[in-house]
């Protein structure tokens, strides 16, 4: 079995999550949503997985991107929260899809990559 010092050697980026929050105006009524940094600081690792080819034109293509983000099985991340992953001097805006799969020592969580270009 895998102990938790040989996966978290393993981690070679750091993660902060945010998730939106709602802001209530004078009269009760929602007056905007924001988002805030619920975590931050945490250990992981990106894999990234490109889809399709770059398109040919003036200036950078957009490419898709989507991924696992592989976290400690203590962290709380929910589904629709934005993540920010540096890793190995690149940073990754990123979005998660979906329930995280956990398991004893760490969590999967699928992720698919913001406005950014590959």
Known sequence: ????????????????????????GDFGCLSECRMIA?????PCHLTLNVAGAAETGDGPSAVEAAGKLFLAADCVIKPGSRLEVMQRGHRYRLECSGEPK?????QEIAVAMLDELA
């Open 102 to 106: 956990v398991y004893a020592l760490h």
């Open 38 to 42: 619920v975590a931050g600081d945490l």
């Open 1 to 24: 079995m895998v102990s938790l010092d040989t996966l978290m050697a393993l981690y070679d980026g750091r993660c902060t999550v945010w998730e939106r929050e709602n802001v209530t």
